[in-house]
């Protein structure tokens, strides 16, 4: 009686312990052997009871080591369905990738205006990423940004920034427009620490009616203390794109305690954040919009250099590797 407790009761956890036990009952030396070799001495009157009592201990026995056995093979796991203590099985999770989280981060809050998101191709031609935004043939401004080619046409390209996306809006849409367009953009550029020649835009671009620079700067303003915090301070310096009249480059001020920490730009405390200005008139008539009807303002920023701010990322590089190691850190950060 007391194997046949034992045995109902038994639980092993792993090949081992379950061998352990299939050699104690049905080894050779094993406790069945020992029963069945006793059953000589039983009296008569109890040989009856004895054979089937040690029958039953048999079967009860070698069913859990073919039961058992089964289980451990398919690994599953060998706990009681009602132990509430066992731990759970482990399950991998994925996280968001730190330039993922930004991005949505800043879509989030120009959705919150009224922009909508748009996007355009990463293979784009001539037209939409130099000419119709006011790059001339052969002008140094193309210079800016070395471009990677298809193949040798010099028609087609990686699309060196989002501003391409600019110009399909325009082209397929009526004012007003109020968009912002994130995606991939390349450069044909050395890669180190601070640079990488792929990288993440998000544009902007509003037309209408008496759209004026006042417009654009509080806008920027609004993204820089939703994203930045409530205090940021932002600065206007004058710059060149050719296609915005007047241009600009965006800083945030980050104040002394973020200064100190901030990486890249070590005792100033400014950070240069995107390029921005006034759509220029040629841009807008080379989309067919008029404009002596309608004005708008662009912008455009980085979205690596930020989350690297945002997060305290030493090298771009890391966000590229897809080193487990590094991408395991932002788990539970969205
Ligand atoms: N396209 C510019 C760049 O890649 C940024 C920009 C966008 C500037 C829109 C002005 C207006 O540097």
């Not at 009249?245 to 400014?270: C, F, N, Q, V």
């Not at 040629?282 to 008029?290: R, T």
Request: charged share 25%; with cysteine.
């Amino acid at each position: 009686a007391e194997h046949l407790r034992v045995v109902a009761d038994f639980q092993p956890s792993n090949a081992d312990e379950l061998e352990a036990f299939r050699l104690k009952y049905l080894g050779k030396k094993g406790v069945l052997n020992d029963l069945f070799a006793a059953f000589k001495s039983v009296p008569n009157e109890e040989k009856k009871e004895y054979g089937r009592v040690v029958n039953q201990l048999k079967n009860a026995a070698e069913q859990a080591v073919l039961r058992f056995k089964s289980e451990l093979e398919q690994s599953k796991p060998l706990h009681s369905e009602n132990d509430l203590t066992k731990t759970g099985d482990h399950v991998f999770t994925g996280s968001q990738h730190p330039v993922t989280t930004v991005r949505n981060e800043i879509v989030d809050i120009f959705k919150r205006i009224g922009f909508s998101v748009s996007e355009g191709p990463e293979i784009e031609d001539d037209w939409h990423n130099f000419s119709a935004l006011n790059f001339p043939e052969e002008h140094p401004a193309r210079d800016m940004q070395d471009t990677f080619f298809v193949h040798t046409d010099p028609d087609w390209a990686l699309r060196t920034h989002t501003s391409s996306v600019q110009v399909r809006e325009m082209e397929g849409n009526e004012p007003p427009i109020r968009i912002i367009a994130p995606g991939r953009v390349f450069r044909n550029e050395a890669i180190s620490a601070r640079s990488h020649c792929i990288f993440h835009q998000i544009e902007g671009l509003y037309i209408d009616k008496n759209v004026s620079f006042a417009d654009l700067k509080q806008t920027l303003l609004y993204f820089a203390r939703e994203f930045f915090g409530a205090e940021t301070k932002i600065r206007l310096r004058p710059s060149y794109f050719p296609f915005t009249e007047p241009s600009a480059e965006m800083d945030i001020w980050w104040g002394l305690e973020t200064e100190t920490d901030y990486r890249m730009t070590k005792g100033t405390g400014w950070l240069e954040v995107m390029g921005c200005g006034m759509v220029d008139p040629a841009v807008l008539e080379a989309s067919n919009i008029d404009p002596k009807v309608y004005s708008g303002y662009a912008f455009g920023l980085g979205i690596e250099r930020i989350t690297l701010q945002r997060f305290g990322i030493p090298d771009i590089r890391m966000l590229f590797e897809n080193d487990m190691r590094f991408l395991n850190q932002f788990k539970g950060v969205i």
